[in-house]
Antibody, heavy 121, light 109 residues
């Protein structure tokens, strides 16, 4: 069974940093693209970033470009999101999602349960 | 404001069919056949229901179907059941990025 477990969320002040992690199991992690998708309280979903199987292709939403960095460690079956210069509008539940194939073009299946990031002073 | 436009709400009685639409542009929905739909129950993670416009993952009932015409994609739920009440989100590949709609709350009357 595929499992994705996010961690690293919490309360952080504006301008500070946070690093999210996603531990994957139940599949060959290095064979799939991975993504971060967030959902602000009571709002819709927003794709944040994605990374191809070998880290050769990476994409970011305009809202986080230059502030967030996605990375992966295939040896550790782990996905990361380094979030710098955090803003109140980054407050959301952050989901880790597995891509259906190697590249960014394919969709998200399945999703983890999410980790909550709250940016507030 | 979301990149894809969905009507905020839809409803139907048990056994009826409901169609939810998702309108984008030629740079996302109209330009790629990588349109997907996700079901989200309250407090739960989204679940993939349709991918590549009209394909169903294993385990998704055939009551769920997808289509696309131009810049608009649609999700049809036939034979509505109580457990179909949820939020539905559309998503499209947009060339090195992905965009979502604002979500549609489906109510089963």
């Amino acid at each position: 069974e595929v499992q994705l477990v996010e961690s690293g969320g919490g309360l952080v002040q504006p301008g500070r940093s946070l690093r999210l992690s996603c531990a994957a199991s139940g599949f060959t992690f290095g064979d799939y693209a991975m993504h971060w998708v967030r959902q602000a309280p009571g709002k819709g979903l927003e794709w944040v970033s994605g990374i191809s199987w070998n880290s050769g292709s990476i994409g970011y939403a305009d809202s986080v470009k230059g502030r967030f960095t996605i990375s992966r460690d295939n040896a550790k079956n782990s996905l990361y999101l380094q979030m710098n210069s955090l803003r109140p509008e980054d407050t959301a539940l952050y989901y880790c999602a597995k891509g259906r194939h190697l590249v960014l073009m394919d969709c998200f299946d399945p999703w983890g349960q999410g980790t909550l990031v709250t940016v507030s002073s | 404001q979301s990149a894809l436009t969905q009507t905020p709400s839809a409803s139907g009685s048990p056994g009826q069919s409901v169609t939810i639409s998702c309108t984008g542009t030629s740079t996302n929905v109209g330009g790629y056949n990588h349109v997907s739909w996700y079901q989200q129950h309250p407090g739960k993670a989204p679940k993939l229901m349709i991918y590549e416009v009209n394909k169903r993952p294993s385990g998704v009932p055939d009551r769920f179907s997808g289509s696309k015409s131009g810049n608009t994609a649609s999700l049809t739920v036939s034979g509505l059941q109580a457990e179909d009440e949820a939020d539905y989100h559309c998503s499209s590949y947009a060339g090195s990025s992905w965009v979502f709609g604002g979500g549609t709350k489906l109510t089963v009357l």
